[in-house]
């Protein structure tokens, strides 16, 4: 039993003699300034500039690009990530239009380092580069990165987008029915979320916002003249018979480059004026 003893009491003794060493080691360590300077570079690693456009109607102030530094391993990995932990960390007055965070809404469309694209689906990339936005391009301004939509979504009414029958299909009966060949012709167009950044990237619709509709419309102008269950091709077709509104399409294809979802609506619009075409 005395052996038991002394052999605890021998342990007990070296543990605090380690306990001791190891606090002795934290307290020389923490004072190194190599350490600590190898700690900061560590830190610093992970800092990212982003380079903000920044415009205050309500002000006299000229826009502006605003810097902010965040540490990227303390948010999500998307660009709307960042933007958030900015505005909720270091500036509330920061604008931006943002909903469901998953590519479907189509809100936080804005243009991150020369590209249309959306700021929920757009990665961070390396801290070393700094990252730059600004709202969607060609289109007034309201405050910081939020666009003036209005033009854009009153083109979209135009073209009626909602199905146009003679006669309403009675529901009561059962679905509105058209046959799997006929859906899979809406395919590639029904996944547009009119975020506009295909719109907002074609010269043509910069030069003419006023005049051409641009693709986002047009592809959705297609997407219901293909609608089996539509039965105002014709008139559809014949709004379109128009040098502006379709025909100044002049087929540069940064539509199809630029667009979030993957969608080709240079490929729509060059079907649009074959359809159109016909008519003569």
């Not at 003893?5 to 934290?26: G, K, N, P, V, W």
């Not at 270091?90 to 694209?117: H, K, P, V, W, Y």
């Not at 719109?199 to 219901?224: E, F, H, I, N």
């Not at 077709?237 to 379709?246: A, G, Q, R, T």
Request: charged letters at 25%; hydrophobic letters at 35%.
């Amino acid at each position: 039993l005395h052996f038991f003893c002394d052999l605890l009491t021998c342990f007990s003794q070296a543990a605090s003699i380690m306990l001791a060493r190891t606090a002795a080691l934290r307290r020389v360590v923490a004072s190194s300034p190599c350490i600590r300077s190898f700690s900061a570079a560590a830190d610093n690693s992970h800092m990212k500039t982003f380079k903000i456009y920044r415009y205050n109607p309500d002000t006299q102030s000229p826009p502006k690009l605003q810097e902010y530094q965040i540490n990227t391993k303390e948010c999500g990995p998307m660009v709307l990530d960042a933007l958030l932990k900015i505005k909720n960390e270091q500036d509330s007055t920061l604008t931006f239009r943002r909903s469901c965070r998953e590519g479907i809404c189509g809100s936080c469309a804005m243009n991150i380092n020369g590209t249309n694209t959306l700021a929920c689906l757009a990665y961070i990339d390396e801290p070393s580069k700094d990252t730059k936005i600004y709202p969607l391009p060609h289109m007034y301004v309201l405050k910081d990165l939020v666009p003036d939509m209005s033009n854009f979504y009153d083109q979209y009414a135009s073209i009626k987008p909602w199905l146009i029958q003679d006669k309403p299909a009675d529901l009561s009966a059962g679905e509105n029915l058209q046959t799997p060949e006929d859906r899979k012709r809406l395919d590639g167009m029904y996944e547009c979320i009119l975020c506009a950044c295909c719109s907002t990237s074609c010269p043509s619709y910069w030069w003419q916002p006023d005049k051409y509709l641009g693709p986002a419309v047009l592809m959705q102008a297609y997407r219901w003249i293909e609608d089996s269950r539509d039965e105002a091709t014709k008139e559809r077709l014949e709004f379109l018979n128009d040098s502006f509104k379709l025909f100044r399409c002049h087929t540069i294809m940064n539509c199809s480059k630029t667009c979030p979802k993957h969608l080709n609506p240079g490929k729509a619009v060059a079907h649009l004026k074959a359809r159109v075409s016909e008519l003569h």
